[in-house]
């Protein structure tokens, strides 16, 4: 079980980046799938979340200019970003909700990260 997160990379500020995170296994078995963000010496802050229900939450910093979105037939997630700022610097890392067997006969959710991916915006 695991979350693959990839598509990082260094742009100019005004540019954009889609970030992806892949998930193992039935799309099924997971759920609230998120993105969070840890900039340098800032502690993880959320950046935009899918809920259970399917709606759709957003960090104040980067509302109107991210956007999330997920394709079930590939079981990954996406976060579009757009007019990127130098404030955007940060290693941005997936995170997901998993049901699984914790135990013999005694199922739940488990919470995932992904290995993060740097993105670096420059002025």
């Known amino acids: 079980v695991q979350l693959q997160a990839s598509g990082g990379g260094s742009v100019q500020a005004g540019g954009s980046l889609r970030l992806s995170c892949v998930a193992s296994?039935?799309?099924?078995?997971?759920?609230?799938l998120g993105w969070f963000r840890e900039g340098p010496g800032k502690q993880r802050e959320l950046v935009a979340k899918?809920?259970?229900?399917?709606?759709?939450g957003y960090g104040n910093a980067v509302r109107g200019r991210f956007t999330i979105s997920r394709d079930l037939d590939t079981n990954t997630l996406y976060l579009e970003m757009k007019n990127l700022q130098v404030e955007d610097t940060a290693v941005y890392y997936c995170?997901?909700?998993?049901?699984?067997?914790?135990?013999?006969?005694?199922?739940?959710?488990?919470?995932?990260w992904g290995q993060g991916t740097l993105v670096t915006v420059s002025s």
């Open positions: 995170n997901a909700d998993h049901w699984e067997e914790k135990a013999p006969r005694s199922w739940g959710w488990i919470n995932y």
């Open positions: 296994g039935s799309v099924h078995t997971w759920s609230d």
């Open positions: 899918i809920y259970s229900d399917k709606s759709v």
